[in-house]
């Protein structure tokens, strides 16, 4: 789905509900500025998530483990921990 986008102008206008929808709804909003680069607002945890995803990405060790467990979650080939533990 698209990012939504309001003006520098409806942010300053509502500042309160945006930050309040951010954080509720975790997206990520685009603010545009006449003659200027545009900004994102985005809730801090899923900002920090992203970070976190970026770092263990860029090692393509770690990028190939998450990816085989990606692929063994979507196969449900995994054992929880509660199962690991009973083993």
Known sequence: R??????????RARLAHYLDEAT???EPLRVTRK???EVVVLDAAEYDGMRETLH???????ARHLAKA????????????GEFRNK
């Open 2 to 11: 698209p990012m939504d986008k309001i003006s520098y102008t409806e942010l």
């Open 24 to 26: 509720e709804n975790l």
């Open 35 to 37: 003659g200027r680069p």
């Open 56 to 62: 263990l990405l860029r090692s393509p060790a770690n």
């Open 70 to 81: 990606l692929k063994e979650v979507a196969a449900d080939d995994f054992v929880t921990p």
